[in-house]
């Protein structure tokens, strides 16, 4: 049968979405591929069709049970005979869809990752191979990943069991270098990469730099708009999240998702939101993957995201249907601090690593102890707080695993990783502190990303590689078309920040900074401009400067690139501005036609001594708090 005619017949479509006729002809033929499309682009229907045009069965390895679950529900009610294996579901069940798999009567096994390490598992599999092999969330598989998964990390050596059935590794975000991970973790044979579609015009992203405090205010303005709901709102940590709930259940009808709370609490409100009984969902990042609602009209994080990739991610849940949508992100200063405070938690220093190897070696003689033993034994050597320690030692535990310094069996005892250890006895503290130093650069993009001076959109789309993209700007976000984006076409967002005029004061600034940049025809460094205007006037402090430039960049009066000069044997960057063409001819006329963002005006601090002190005992008392 033709591709096409079981797109038709199976799925019910008359005609395949951008890329996907392509990809699933490759699949066919028996080619490894790796396919990085954003969520709502038809991701599953490139493994799905590809099997059963294939025949035999498809194993599809994918790290949420949620999804599974729908997945395999939809293949079901398309008459195909799908079915899971995974830690959700008894025994007895498993030990049924096992004899249902070695019979022939499946086209889809969903099975979880952690299920291959299961004694047995893939010998089960072997007695009668798959026709093929998909491996969904693959970005899970790469520690550079955004959502790195220890048990994807041995996928590879698994799968190769099942051979020759073809592998497709599927995910909505991966950088080039995830990319590069995912291939040679999953021994991608003569792969081809399909990297398309991350442009979403539909998307309006809007970036605002808002104190906490005032962030609640300009949530509830957004959600006040109907045609701005659903929405979900992403909160940094449960306490944020279930605050904000408590402060906005009284006006919307809201829910709230994050991982402190019961698995039943938990999909009792994903599925009141799928829906539509709540307006918002509030949540931490634990919510939204797998989630099936076409809707959603408007994203919001009510703090800065840890990654870029995260954050595309998330994003992307809105406007799937196609129609106009927003994303708002709301950040500051204050938010760097968290994720300072995350990522201490979180990569603790090979010191703290290298002490729980030796101790593992001295109190155990180098074998196996169990996981709960050895966790006590060592918040007991530690002696410190107990909240932030018990922490700190299993996301060492962890980090020793990945980077297989130890093992943990089926029984979760805790042994050192000898063989590997005598073959590369430092193999560990290299891969560690690459990824260590490679989660603190995904922080640093992401604060790129929000100082950026050009299309947010054309911004992401480049960060992932996108292979076809026409490189122009969106038209949409808060670059593209400050002025008009609560008036344009494709944007809902409502004008609860409205643009003004600048003031007087602010004309006079932005006109000293086009006179210096007149006698600079090379341009000058941003810093050097601003101490010269601040020389001048006094009350500019550098937000405000920073808030100006946007307005003259978004004019088209100056540019902006990223420079590095060396000093001392280190590379440092800064950004030098420089005068266009346009900006060459800009006279008081124009200047008086300027628009700046209103934002809510900040808190004036009584004593910056005193709060600056109260900070810092903050920080000494802080507790770490997951999503």
Not at 178 to 198: N, Y
Not at 236 to 261: C, E, N, W
Not at 337 to 349: A, C, G, M
Request: with cysteine.
């Amino acid at each position: 049968m033709k591709l096409h005619d079981i797109l038709k017949t199976r799925f019910g479509f008359d005609q395949f979405r951008p890329h996907q006729e392509e990809i699933c002809q490759r699949i066919t033929q028996g080619r490894d591929l790796l396919v990085v499309m954003p969520t709502g682009a038809g991701k599953s229907l490139c493994y799905q069709l590809p099997g059963l045009a294939r025949g035999g069965t498809t194993i599809v390895v994918s790290p949420l049970l949620a999804l599974i679950e729908d997945q395999v529900t939809k293949l079901n009610q398309r008459g195909l005979v799908a079915d899971r294996i995974h830690s959700g579901r008894s025994r007895e069940l498993q030990r049924r869809v096992c004899l249902e798999y070695l019979n022939g009567r499946l086209n889809f096994l969903f099975v979880a990752p952690e299920r291959f390490s299961v004694p047995g598992f893939v010998e089960m599999l072997m007695k009668r191979p798959p026709t093929l092999l998909a491996v969904d969330e693959a970005h899970c598989i790469s520690q550079w990943g955004h959502d790195f998964r220890p048990d994807y990390r041995l996928l590879g050596e698994h799968l190769s069991k099942l051979r020759p059935a073809p592998v497709v590794a599927l995910t909505a975000t991966a950088t080039p270098v995830v990319q590069d991970d995912i291939v040679t973790q999953l021994k991608l044979k003569e792969e081809t990469r399909s990297i398309h579609g991350f442009r979403r015009d539909n998307i309006g992203v809007h970036v605002l730099e808002v104190t906490p405090s005032n962030r609640l205010s300009l949530i509830q303005s957004l959600l006040s708009k109907d045609e701005t709901c659903p929405a979900i709102i992403y909160a940094p940590t449960r306490k944020v999240a279930d605050q904000l709930h408590k402060d906005l259940k009284s006006q919307f009808s809201t829910g709230i998702y994050h991982a402190g709370m019961t698995p039943q609490e938990r999909e009792r409100n994903q599925n009141l939101f799928i829906e539509g009984k709540f307006k918002a969902m509030v949540a931490t990042i634990a919510f939204g993957m797998g989630i099936d609602k076409s809707d959603i009209r408007t994203v919001i994080h009510a703090a800065l995201p840890s990654s870029v990739e995260n954050y595309y991610q998330e994003i992307g849940r809105a406007g799937r249907d196609g129609k106009p949508s927003q994303a708002v992100l709301l950040h500051s200063y204050a938010d760097q601090r968290t994720h300072e405070f995350f990522f201490e938690r979180d990569y603790p220093e090979v010191s703290v690593l290298t002490g729980i190897l030796n101790k593992i070696l001295k109190d155990h003689s180098g074998s196996p102890v169990p996981s709960a033993v050895l966790r006590d034994n060592l918040r007991n050597a530690v002696g410190s707080a107990k909240g932030i320690e018990e922490e700190v030692v299993s996301k060492a535990l962890e980090k020793l695993v990945i980077h297989r310094a130890i093992a943990i069996d089926f029984d979760e005892n805790i042994s050192l990783n000898t063989a590997h250890l005598e073959k590369s006895p430092q193999e560990w503290v290299k891969t560690y502190t690459q990824q260590r130093l490679y989660r603190q650069k995904q922080v640093t993009q992401m604060l790129g990303f929000v100082q950026t001076h050009k299309c947010r959109m054309l911004s992401l789309v480049q960060h992932f590689g996108d292979q076809n993209d026409s490189g122009k700007g969106c038209g949409n976000c808060d670059f593209c078309a400050p002025a008009q984006a609560s008036r344009s076409q494709n944007s809902v967002l409502p004008s609860f920040l409205p643009s003004r005029l600048l003031t007087q004061t602010e004309q006079k600034q932005v006109a000293l900074v086009m006179s210096i940049l007149a006698g600079r025809p090379s341009g000058i460094a941003a810093g050097r401009i601003f101490e010269e205007v601040s020389t001048y006037h006094k009350a500019l402090d550098r937000k405000d400067f920073e808030n100006l430039l946007q307005v003259i960049v978004r004019a088209n009066w100056v540019e902006i690139a990223q420079e590095v000069f060396e000093k001392d044997g280190k590379k440092i960057s800064y950004r030098k501005i420089s005068v266009t063409g346009v900006g060459a001819k800009a006279n008081s006329e124009r200047l008086a036609s300027l628009q700046i963002t209103q934002l809510p005006q900040r808190k004036p601090k009584k004593n910056c001594q005193r709060d600056r002190k109260t900070q810092k005992t903050k920080a000494k008392k802080r507790v770490y708090l997951s999503p």
